[in-house]
């Protein structure tokens, strides 16, 4: 519950989330669930040059299981 606490501080906050595959995504978390399934809309890729495939898109969903690390700004 800790750790939902917190993420629910950050919602309305530009974050930046990294995926297990080394995918850092940016934009502004939109809703967090008990699970740690984070919403985040406004999103871009931080390395695009790498990852050419993920155009910015409004809104991105990132499954806890999936998620490495997030940071608030």
């Known amino acids: 519950m800790l750790f939902y606490s917190y993420f ?3 919602v309305g906050k530009e974050i930046t989330v990294e995926l297990k595959n080394d995918l ?3 934009g502004t978390l939109h809703s967090v669930d008990q699970f740690l ?3 985040i809309v406004n999103t871009r890729v931080i ?3 790498k990852y050419p495939h993920m ?3 409004y809104s991105r969903f ?3 299981r999936g998620l490495h690390g997030l940071w608030g700004r």
Do not use: G
């Open 47 to 49: 390395n695009e040059a």
């Open 24 to 26: 850092a995504i940016s």
């Open 62 to 64: 990132a499954p806890q």
């Open 8 to 10: 629910k501080t950050l």
């Open 37 to 39: 399934n984070v919403k």
């Open 55 to 57: 155009f910015p898109t």
